[in-house]
């Protein structure tokens, strides 16, 4: 005798909410599918994976939002890197990066990406009242305190990267609060929400508020259009003339150009992590900060390979200018390479220039020094200190070998001329621990307010 197995019942595709359930008319708002289906049930009711075999292959970007809310000495612990953890902005910008990579561990429907972008960003939410350096006040209506994070995702493929963003900034907003729990289990995550997405079938969406920026595929400038709160995280700099005056010597209203710092150092040296962790906390601050870079070697892309901007040099451009809502950049080509000192003219919209490299610039420098030796050439990092010298950015070993170095070289010296060493014949510069961004900035600003 065979068995039959009973037909499996058809389940209501309302799966589960009652034929007649109204929502409240407060949040009826126009849905935007360009389907009345949920394409992640089949005609049973069972959850599936999409086959997105057959769909075309586009470019496809996602921007994501959350933010964490907290305690105001919480977030001044996390500003002035006090957390016991370590720091605590750096980890929760990589933990955001990883976990978009792993969404589709995470979310069972998801479909493995290979990510061509993930960008992670995280930026203070301020009192009321606040002030900060670019005159923004990202502040919310309930006076509370904390970072937002903002998630930009980018895929060439057959399906979108909307989940991608989303668990980054959750990711970052959950690592900020395992690194701070110890002293704030009350923090709140809230407001995780799609902001922008682009490509595929459905095209362009946009949250409410957001300004129309079809065809646009720098991520940057997309994030700028959107809502105020994410507007805080690239404020638009104003006209030279409406900037309130410099607390430093020189820079907006003062008459003169913005004082210059220079961080040099030879390869791997860890100049650009120190650089841009000193720029983060000099802004913290409330100073208006630029930088230079030095490229080091002759000749470099413009923009990326592919863009427009690069297609333009490609074919023989000499000077390619991009311009876009809120930002601008010029790219030309020269026969030698512009003096620092005529780029530094061009920033009067600054407090202070961080220069990244120009080692024979003769600006007043930091020397950085991770090991002490230049393992691609050789070099040796104490050749870096001179009369321009204004500290040495390196560990505890580099700075006692550094020490005991210069003590021998003036022994020597001494003992040349005839005459008995001491102590003072040894002059080194001071001594910053490398990995105290924040005494960095402090030792930066200090030095500039000495000299008004």
Same mark, same amino acid.
């Given at each position: ?85 370590? @720091?605590?902005?750096?980890? $929760?910008?990589? /933990?955001?990066?990883?976990? &978009?990579?792993?969404?589709? =561990?995470?979310? +069972? ?114 994030? @700028?259009?959107?809502?105020? $709160?994410?507007? /805080?995280?690239?404020?638009? &700099?104003?006209?030279?003339? =409406?900037?309130? +005056? ?122 950085? /020094? ?83």
């Amino acid at each position: 005798m065979t068995a039959r197995t009973p037909d499996k019942p058809e389940r209501p595709k309302t799966l589960g909410r009652a034929v007649h359930e109204k929502y409240p008319a407060a949040v009826v708002e126009p849905r935007d599918a360009y389907r009345d289906e949920l394409t992640h049930v089949d005609e049973h009711g069972d959850v599936r994976m999409v086959d997105v075999g057959e769909k075309a292959v586009t470019q496809r970007l996602a921007i994501a939002e959350g933010s964490i809310l907290m305690h105001p000495e919480t977030q001044a612990m996390v500003l002035e890197d006090r957390a016991k953890k370590g @720091d605590v902005l750096a980890c $929760a910008r990589i /933990a955001g990066i990883m976990a &978009s990579k792993r969404t589709s =561990d995470i979310i +069972p429907m998801c479909h493995p990406l290979n990510l061509t972008k993930a960008k992670v960003e995280i930026a203070p939410i301020t009192a009321p009242g606040t002030k900060l350096a670019s005159g923004w006040a990202p502040e919310r209506e309930d006076g509370r305190v904390g970072f937002r994070v903002r998630a930009t995702c980018g895929v060439t493929g057959v399906t979108g990267i909307e989940m991608e963003a989303l668990t980054a900034a959750s990711a970052a907003c959950l690592t900020i609060y395992d690194m701070c729990k110890a002293v704030d289990r009350g923090m709140e995550i809230v407001d995780v929400r799609l902001l922008h997405k682009e490509g595929g079938r459905s095209g362009l969406w946009e949250r409410d508020g957001a300004k129309d920026m079809a065809g646009t595929d720098d991520a940057t400038a997309i994030a @700028d259009s959107t809502h105020a $709160a994410n507007a /805080a995280l690239h404020p638009i &700099s104003p006209a030279p003339e =409406d900037l309130d +005056p410099s607390p430093l010597p020189g820079g907006p209203r003062t008459g003169a150009a913005a004082p210059a710092i220079a961080f040099v150092g030879y390869q791997n040296a860890g100049k650009t992590t120190l650089v841009e962790k000193v720029i983060s906390r000099l802004t913290q601050r409330g100073l208006r900060v630029g930088s230079i870079k030095h490229h080091g070697h002759k000749g470099f892309d413009i923009d990326q390979p592919g863009k427009d901007s690069w297609r333009h040099a490609q074919a023989g451009s000499r000077h390619v200018g991009l311009v876009s809502p809120g930002a601008y950049a010029e790219y030309a080509r020269i026969d030698g390479e512009v003096p620092v000192r005529d780029l530094i003219a061009h920033y009067t919209d600054v407090d202070i220039v961080i220069v990244e490299g120009y080692k024979t610039a003769g600006l007043p420098s930091i020397a950085v /020094a991770r090991s002490g030796i230049d393992r691609m050439r050789g070099r040796d990092s104490f050749e870096l200190i001179d009369e321009n010298t204004l500290a040495v950015a390196c560990n505890d070993v580099v700075a006692r070998d550094f020490r005991t170095r210069a003590a021998k070289a003036a022994r020597a010296a001494a003992e040349e001329e005839g005459r008995a060493f001491n102590e003072s014949d040894v002059t080194l510069p001071p001594f910053l621990d490398i990995n105290d961004s924040a005494a960095i900035a402090s030792f930066v600003y200090d030095h500039l307010q000495n000299l008004k």
